[in-house]
């Protein structure tokens, strides 16, 4: 395919002439083929540059131009569900150029968002929000009596997502139309797992569509003449809807289930698409498509393209980034979990369909039946987790920072209330970087906190983290253990106290400046020393270890010596270790002491380079640095 996109690219280059919204309306029908292979050569030569979402871009090419084709931007609204694979769409809504610095900071987002054009009707990124927002816009388009379409395109993985459920449950009872597409890839980031995938899997392959076709013409000959294919089928009489209409689940749900049909078929896609649009009620569309469509290393492994750093197209293979051999924190916990799971096989591992994300790919090839990938259900595995431990088994969940976001309430309501242990592996907490603000890991500490009976910590190194790890999977109530996205810090190596519940780690013992450090800030922390250290301070160093319940006893005894107390955390400031400090400084009348809090604001944080992201926010050392020694300035003036 790679060659047909070169010779393509010589031979005519009509995207050049799609400019802006619509403009994809000026092409013949004759040149769509070439057009789609025009837009994938540009995904894949960008994507190689800048990194990003491919293998689902790349499979919704034809979707996204039909729906471009049939509806009119900005009029129409068209909801993406997580919003990874709008590529497409921004390229034909005028953000060709942006693509140059797609997820950089101040760049093209790598998500629909509403604020980079009026094209995206919703901002999403985390997954399974599409058909509420959708139902959402529909609503509020027939309360001001006004007539626009509202479509919303949701993957087979998202559907496992049970906010999905919710939304189709509602939808159903929608006496307007709004158009669901499925795009039906067979994959979520890795193997799309659950009941759903199963059922859709059944639809898939009991039907051939192309087959399904020719067999529902055949039938519909003896029935009474329609306008379409669907139109014919809808007034067809229940049993043979039941016999050939295979999504009769989403039909039982009251929405109209069309499908399924080739989602590379321009011409089928856009029947369909023009079909369900003049409808009166909910309908959903079936699509079927091949993630990474086009690209071969991508179709092969849809799982290593779903997102990519730079790559060397004619390889497939990541450009490297730096020589540093140390692993991630990912793979430290995968490789610290297979080991402790072979000791104790009361151990089990739970994702929320991030098997590769969270390394749990490893612990799953070695123990598949100790291995539960539950789709993109965050709320499930939580409470799933809860009945593994009551039920005696020692349950570790992987889970995003700011996805587990969704299982607030799960954590609170379903461990907390009973302090059932359960052990939370909290992977990308702090500041990830390109995918920017609905990824970022920035308020895992403060809603954590807010939970009885919940211990918080967070490892300052890979050695830490392995100790870490043991002594969790041990403690008798729920525990979280947070840990940045990428690579290891092997610092501080020297330093290594046994873990002893609730106790910190005092790593430099001095006077006047007590710097209250933890997790990936207390390498920060550490190199801030050091430059105070060089203008004359004094300085100790403590790694917090526990962020909740904290060290009192240790705060209590270096406090009386130190009269600046400086926490430093990659969270956002309220509700957060800072704020504990402070709250505890008051309530014991701690006046002389002089607190500096070093932590994110109370903010969105956008996407962009994660150590320029850190500079841009103060909680680099040299701002850290910067910020200490003027408001020691300060306090010696008064
Ligand atoms: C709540 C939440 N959990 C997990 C993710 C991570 N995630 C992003 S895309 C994705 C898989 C989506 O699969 P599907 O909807 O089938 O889209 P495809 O990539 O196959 O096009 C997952 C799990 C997320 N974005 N949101
Ligand atoms: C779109 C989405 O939510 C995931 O693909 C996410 O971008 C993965 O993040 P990592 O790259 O940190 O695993
Ligand atoms: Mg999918």
């Known amino acids: 395919m790679e060659d047909k996109i070169k010779e393509a690219l010589t031979a005519s280059n009509i995207l050049n002439n799609i400019n802006k919204p619509n403009d994809i309306k000026k092409v013949s029908a004759d040149e769509y083929s070439a057009l789609a292979t025009e837009i994938r050569e540009f995904l894949i030569s960008n994507i190689s540059v800048t990194g990003g979402h491919l293998a689902s871009n790349l499979g919704v090419v034809e979707l996204t131009m039909a729906l471009h084709l049939s ?98 449950n509602n939808a159903a009872r929608l006496q307007s139309n709004m158009v669901i597409i499925l795009n039906d890839n067979n994959m979520s980031i890795n193997e799309n797992v659950g009941g759903m995938a199963t059922y859709l899997g059944k639809v898939r392959t009991s039907v051939k569509y192309n087959g399904f076709k020719e067999g529902i013409e055949r039938v519909l000959s003896t029935l009474p003449k329609g306008k379409s294919v669907i139109d014919r089928l809808r007034r067809s009489k229940d049993s043979i809807k039941r016999l050939f209409i295979p999504g009769m689940l989403f039909e039982d749900m009251g929405l109209t289930y069309i499908g399924p049909i080739d989602g590379h078929n321009i011409e089928q896609l856009l029947s369909a698409i023009n079909s369900a649009k003049n409808m009166k009620e909910a309908v959903i569309i079936h699509v079927i498509t091949k993630k990474g469509k086009g690209y071969k290393l991508a179709e092969k492994n849809p799982s290593k393209y779903h997102g990519i750093d730079p790559f060397i197209i004619e390889t497939g293979e990541v450009k490297k980034k730096s020589t540093k051999s140390t692993i991630s924190y990912t793979d430290k916990f995968a490789k610290t979990l297979v080991s402790l799971a072979e000791k104790d096989e009361k151990i089990v591992a739970i994702t929320a369909a991030m098997p590769s994300g969270t390394g749990l790919i490893k612990f799953a090839k070695r123990y598949p039946k100790r291995f539960f990938d539950v789709g993109i259900a965050e709320e499930h595995a939580v409470t799933f987790a809860a009945g593994l431990a009551v039920g005696g088994m020692k349950p570790v969940v992987a889970i995003y920072s700011t996805f587990l976001q969704r299982a607030y309430d799960q954590l609170l309501h379903d461990v907390c209330i009973n302090s059932i242990p359960v052990v939370f592996a909290i992977d990308r907490a702090g500041i990830v970087g390109s995918d920017g603000e609905t990824h970022q890991g920035i308020f895992d500490i403060s809603y954590l906190l807010t939970m009885p009976n919940m211990t918080v910590m967070a490892p300052k190194n890979g050695q830490e983290f392995e100790d870490m790890l043991t002594f969790a999977v041990n403690h008798n109530g729920p525990i979280a253990i947070r840990y940045p996205r990428g690579k290891v810090y092997s610092g501080l190596g020297e330093f290594r106290a046994p873990i002893e519940y609730g106790k910190s780690e005092l790593l430099y013992s001095e006077k006047d400046i007590l710097l209250l450090a933890y997790g990936n800030m207390v390498e920060v922390a550490n190199e801030v020393r050091n430059q105070l250290k060089e203008q004359g301070y004094s300085v100790s160093l403590v790694n917090v270890r526990f962020v909740a319940p904290f060290d009192e006893e240790l705060l209590t005894k270096l406090l009386p010596t130190h009269r600046y107390v400086v926490t430093l955390e990659e969270n956002i400031n309220s509700g957060g270790f800072g704020q504990k400090i402070v709250g505890f400084l008051c309530k014991n009348n701690y006046n002389d002491n002089k607190y500096i809090r070093i932590s994110l604001p109370d903010a969105f944080i956008p996407q962009g380079d994660a150590d320029l992201l850190r500079k841009e926010y103060g909680i680099d050392a040299q701002s850290v640095v910067n910020k200490i020694l003027s408001e020691v300035e300060v306090s010696n003036r008064m």
């Open 71 to 168: 509806l009119n931007f900005p009029e129409d609204r068209l909801v993406w569900d997580v919003g990874h694979q709008a590529y497409t769409h921004k390229i034909l809504t005028g953000r060709k150029e942006g693509f140059r610095k797609l997820r950089t900071y101040e760049g093209l987002s790598g998500f629909p968002k509403i604020k980079e054009s009026d094209c995206d009707a919703f901002d999403t990124g985390h997954s399974s929000t599409s058909i509420s927002a959708a139902l959402g816009l529909a609503k509020a388009r027939d309360l001001q009596k006004e007539n626009y379409n509202v479509f919303a395109v949701i993957g087979d993985g998202a559907l496992s997502g049970g906010m999905s459920f919710e939304a189709l």
